[in-house]
Nanobody
């Protein structure tokens, strides 16, 4: 059974930095895209950043130049380095990993449990 375990959230002042991690474990055939989404109170979940298997990245306009997504394929882990944090970055952050658990099974989306990021002004 695949599990995603997130870590690294917390409370930080505006202008500060945090680094989120999400490690995938369990029986897996392959991992494709990895990414981060966030959901603020009363708002829909939105894409923050994704990174493909080949390393190509995509960012939401609101975080470009401040956030950096990376992955360590040997550790099945995706990271989100968040710098110059703003109060509007406050949300629950969820990692998303597209995993194929067997060669004959389709690629499926897996989600982490979510980690709270709070940025104070």
């Amino acid at each position: 059974q695949v599990q995603l375990v997130e870590s690294g959230g917390g409370l930080v002042q505006a202008g500060g930095s945090l680094r989120l991690s999400c490690a995938a474990s369990g029986s897996m055939f392959s991992i494709n895209s990895m990414g981060w989404y966030r959901q603020a109170p009363g708002k829909q979940r939105e894409l923050v950043a994704t990174i493909g298997g080949g390393g190509s990245t995509k960012y939401a306009d609101s975080v470009k130049g401040r956030f950096t997504i990376s992955r360590d394929n040997a550790k099945n882990t995706v990271y989100l380095q968040m710098n110059s944090l703003k109060p509007e970055d406050t949300a629950v952050y969820y990692c998303n990993v597209q995993i194929q658990i067997s060669w004959y099974r389709p690629i499926s989306d897996y989600w982490g449990q979510g980690t709270q990021v709070t940025v104070s002004s």
